[in-house]
């Protein structure tokens, strides 16, 4: 038995209920991910990433164009891809003295608080128009999910949307009918994207705030780490800090549930027992508690494309996704073949030949798993978890329709909410 194992804290029977536990980490644990290794070969350039303090920053994107469009591509990968053709712009510019203000609307039907993101301007018939955050750092997806565009007077700011509806332009909203095949959760659509994106109350009661798209990208990201220092500490011919990092790269793949099975006895937990808590693999779907992350995100997937009101862009897109998770899977079982064999070598076994070519495959692995693999055929990356991070953030956008009886011309515009735990720039 490992000496940090002990009676949980928590109730780890799942499926887990919502709850409003949502404890910052400790300093030592913070969600900014850190760099990638100088040992991984930049391939090229994905999709930027701005992190502010590691703070919980969200942020909507409204396009407004005569046509429902993806937003663009977040990187040149297959799963970002804009299969959609544009179309001309056709946004009236407001009436004399009137400005369009956008606004984002939560749950409650009767006494809903409603968020004003600002003015959207209109040039050449588009709106482009990105919402950083506030400075209590809400998490968008969480907290809201409507939105609404009304015009009304640009010289006052309005501080809820009008009462007369009249002056209503746009409205959006994600579905939120129950899955009637979902007798046990009830879950719909926006229920699975605030799972994914936002806030999971599995991850809630472990005191890991955000949602399991997030936490994949930072663990993986890490055994990533963890895999080059072990390799760089080789050539050093440093053993001790070798073994520790093997028993890293162990503790985020197994979780404490099952990594003692895979390390020698007595091992020292060596990262955040919190985090380890919730394993990268998983090892028994009728019994393992909780979930690991790439079973659990492809379950919300599935869940998700059997939603009402799940469009089809989201279901091919959720479709090329659930492939990339099982790559990403086959990659880390690999990772952890190779740890496994490692943790339990020697001192004088570690520093031969031979082991230099296991820490190659297993840094390989690792890279691809993290940065996706090379297709020279296409040129691109693909399939690793920096494509689903981001592919993920595209299933939480919607259709926003014309109000009827209003002075606003036929068309259509989308909002992409990415509710992660950065604000993503997109390179348009």
């Known amino acids: 038995m490992r000496q940090t194992e002990q009676t949980p804290r928590y109730d780890l029977s799942y499926p887990f209920q919502p709850a409003p536990t949502t404890n910052p980490l ?9 760099p990638i290794p100088p040992s991984m070969p930049r391939k090229r350039k994905l999709a930027p990433i701005l992190t502010v303090g590691g703070a919980v920053l969200v942020s909507a994107m409204i396009v407004l164009v005569v ?32 400005s369009y203000y956008a606004w984002l609307l939560n749950d409650d039907p009767v006494e809903g608080k409603a968020l004003l993101l600002g003015q959207l301007p209109v040039n050449h018939g588009l709106v482009h128009f990105q919402y950083g955050g506030d400075q209590q ?40 009918k129950p899955n009637p095949l979902d007798t046990v959760h009830h879950f719909s659509l926006l229920s699975h994207l605030r799972h994914l994106l936002a806030s999971d109350p599995t991850l809630a009661l ?14 993986v990201q890490k055994i990533l780490e963890w895999s080059g220092s072990a390799r760089d500490d080789w050539s050093v011919r440093d053993t001790a800090l070798m ?31 919190r985090l380890a808590r919730v394993s990268l693999l998983e090892f028994d779907v009728q019994h393992q508690v909780p979930p690991g992350f790439l079973y659990h ?3 919300h997937l599935k869940g998700l494309v059997d939603s009402p009101g799940a469009t089809t862009a989201q279901k091919q897109l959720a479709i090329q996704v659930d492939t990339a998770i099982n790559k990403v899977q086959a990659l880390l079982e690999q990772v952890h073949q190779g740890a496994k064999k490692l943790v339990m070598m020697t001192g004088a076994q570690l520093l031969q030949p031979a082991t230099l070519s296991l ?18 055929a296409t040129g691109e990356i693909q399939d690793g978890v920096t494509q689903i991070h981001f592919a993920i953030q595209r299933l939480a956008s919607m259709d926003i329709v014309v109000m009827p009886n209003t002075s606003a011309r036929t068309g259509s515009v989308e909002l992409c909410t990415p509710c992660l735990l950065h604000s993503v720039h997109i390179q348009m």
């Open 26 to 34: 400790g300093p030592d644990t913070g969600l900014m991910p850190p």
């Open 67 to 98: 046509a429902s469009l993806n937003l663009g591509a977040f990187s040149s990968s297959a799963l970002f891809k804009n299969t959609t053709s544009a179309q001309a712009p056709n946004i009236p510019h407001p009436s004399a003295g009137k």
């Open 137 to 176: 750092h809400t998490n968008l997806l969480e907290v809201t999910n409507r939105l609404l565009v009304t015009e009304e007077d640009a010289g006052i700011t309005p501080i809820t949307p009008s009462l007369d509806k009249s002056v209503w332009r746009y409205m959006a909203e994600f579905p939120q």
């Open 206 to 219: 472990l005191g890991m705030p955000g949602g399991l798209d997030i936490w994949l990208f930072r663990n």
């Open 243 to 273: 073994h520790r990092q093997f028993i890293r790269i162990l503790d985020y793949l197994d979780g404490l549930s099952y990594v003692q099975n895979d390390v020698p006895v007595d091992s020292p937990v060596l990262v955040n027992e």
């Open 297 to 299: 995100i492809a379950l």
């Open 359 to 376: 820490l190659d495959d297993m840094v390989k692995h690792a890279q691809d798993a993290f940065v996706g693999q090379f297709d020279p």
